[in-house]
């Protein structure tokens, strides 16, 4: 949390870049050295690819489905004002925009951010506190954890003037907050691999406007 918030609020790096890069990728790093250093392998955190293929086609598949139809009821909304083709990305948080090249680096920081975010949550959190608490306890404490992982976001948007007034910051405390929650119990029954193909994938895609 500490890099976490050094990336948002000190570096500014998705003003700069679109991604707080530099929090994810030492995320990621800390991530494999406590795994590391408990003497377990990877498959230990969710880092199997058993049918990987065929859950990266499901992926590509419900993804793409979903983009087409969505972008083709778009186009005949807007078919009276002669749309034209554009490819970009834009990073929805910040509001960085690019071309191919930001659509390529939004890619590989969302999938460096997966691979962190689930090895930690999911991954490591789930089998430590189960340990002491029962199931249940355990899963709801990691989708907390979760939620609060994310509400940062909320207070830089009330720091860049996107909300406004106490009123602006409650509500975006809730849109951060309690959709990450639930997410955090959904993704409970997803190996890092599906996560990374279904959930991540989509909003990585949905990135890229046309």
């Known amino acids: 949390?500490?890099?976490r918030l050094l990336d948002i609020f000190v570096f500014r790096l998705d003003?700069?870049?679109?991604?707080?890069?530099?929090?994810?990728?030492?995320?990621?790093?800390?991530?494999?050295?406590?795994?590391?250093?408990?003497?377990?392998?990877?498959?230990?955190?969710?880092?199997?690819?058993?049918?990987?293929?065929?859950?990266?086609?499901?992926?590509?598949?419900?993804?793409?489905?979903?983009?087409?139809?969505?972008?083709?009821?778009?186009?005949?909304?807007l078919a009276s004002d002669s749309p034209q083709l554009i490819i970009a990305a834009i990073d929805p948080k910040a509001g960085v925009t690019g071309g191919m090249g930001f659509a390529v680096f939004l890619l590989l920081g969302n999938i460096i951010n997966c691979f962190m975010e689930e090895g930690l949550f999911r991954g490591i959190m789930i089998?430590?506190?189960n340990r002491k608490y029962t199931l249940r306890v355990t899963l709801f404490l990691q989708a907390l954890l979760f939620g609060i992982w994310h509400i940062p976001w909320a207070f830089k948007w009330y720091l860049s003037g996107i909300v406004s007034g106490p009123g602006g910051l409650m509500m975006a405390l809730l849109i951060i907050f309690l959709p990450m929650v639930l997410i955090g119990i959904f993704l409970v029954r997803c190996t890092i691999i599906q996560v990374l193909s279904e959930h991540h994938g989509y909003l990585i895609l949905s990135s890229t406007q046309f």
């Open 1 to 3: 949390m500490v890099f």
């Open 15 to 77: 003003d700069l870049l679109g991604e707080i890069i530099f929090s994810k990728i030492i995320g990621f790093v800390m991530v494999l050295l406590f795994v590391k250093a408990m003497g377990a392998p990877l498959s230990s955190i969710g880092f199997n690819v058993h049918n990987k293929l065929s859950i990266f086609l499901l992926g590509v598949v419900v993804t793409s489905t979903l983009m087409v139809l969505g972008y083709a009821g778009e186009l005949l909304i």
């Open 127 to 129: 089998p430590l506190l």
